[in-house]
């Protein structure tokens, strides 16, 4: 299951822990969000051992802006980061973003 982000601290404190975790930026006012987001809740609910969040930019710009600041990444959307210990140890926008490609990355960079 994917946490919601709402707030700068939780965000700030999510990128920094250790444990490896997704972090998805999605706007629910676009297509190719809206099936990015559909593949990356069935890899959440296919690995509930994995961390998983999300923000929504709509209710939530400011922490979509914030989080390309602490990554160093240009805002995109939707844009899903595999991240530990304050690192991207991986990431994809768009069309990018399918369930076989976050399987993938985290059997490269995880396991």
Not at 21 to 44: M, P
Not at 45 to 55: F, K, L, Y
Request: proline share 5%; charged share 15%; aromatic share 8%.
């Amino acid at each position: 299951m994917s946490t919601p982000i709402e707030e700068e601290s939780q965000l700030e404190a999510y990128i920094a822990d250790e444990q490896p975790g997704w972090l998805i930026k999605h706007s629910n006012a676009c297509g190719i969000s809206s099936a990015a987001f559909e593949q990356y809740q069935q890899h959440c609910q296919a690995n509930p051992e994995q961390r998983a969040a999300h923000i929504i930019i709509q209710t939530h710009r400011p922490l979509s802006n914030r989080t390309a600041e602490i990554l160093g990444r240009v805002h995109q959307s939707p844009q899903l980061f595999l991240l530990q210990g304050g690192q991207v140890l991986w990431a994809a926008t768009h069309w990018s973003i399918t369930a076989e490609a976050m399987a993938a990355a985290w059997a490269e960079q995880v396991s």
